[in-house]
Nanobody, 125 residues
C-alpha cells in the first residue's frame, strides 16, 4: 500500500504561482510513477502531469504545458507541482496519484492505483 498526502493548495490571483507537494508513505519503493490530476466542479477529472520515480521522464497535459513543472525528491518521497502563470480555469481540486505497474507514463486515470484526498486550488481573476 502507498499513502499519498497533498498540501500547498490555496487561493491565488491570476498570474500568480503555487507549489503543491505530495508526500508518499508506505511501500514507496514499489512506486513506479506519480502524477497529478485535477477536477473542477461539474467536470471530469483531468490529467495534469506525471513523472517516473527512477528517472527524469515527465508527461504533461496540453492545458498546462509550459506553465506547470513536475519534479520529485526521492530522499523525501515527495513529488512537487510548480504552477506558474495560473489562470482562473486552473481552479480545481488537485489530486496526487501513484502507480507501481511499470507500464510507462500515462494520462489515463485507470493507470494509477493510489490516490490522495486532494488539495483545493482557487485562482481568482
Amino acid at each position: 500500500q502507498v499513502q499519498l498526502v497533498e498540501s500547498g493548495g490555496g487561493l491565488v490571483q491570476a498570474g500568480g504561482s503555487l507549489r503543491l507537494s505530495c508526500a508518499a508513505s508506505g511501500r514507496t519503493f514499489s512506486s513506479y510513477a506519480m502524477g497529478w490530476f485535477r477536477q473542477a466542479p461539474g467536470k471530469e477529472r483531468e490529467f495534469v502531469a506525471a513523472i517516473k520515480w527512477y528517472d527524469f521522464r515527465t508527461l504533461y497535459g496540453d492545458s498546462v504545458k509550459g506553465r506547470f513543472t513536475i519534479s520529485r525528491d526521492n530522499a523525501k518521497n515527495t513529488v512537487y507541482l510548480q504552477m506558474n502563470s495560473l489562470k482562473p480555469e486552473d481552479t480545481a481540486v488537485y489530486h496526487c496519484a501513484a502507480t507501481a505497474r511499470g507500464l510507462g507514463l500515462t494520462k489515463a486515470e485507470g493507470g494509477y492505483d493510489y490516490w490522495g484526498q486532494g488539495t483545493q486550488v482557487t485562482v481568482s481573476s
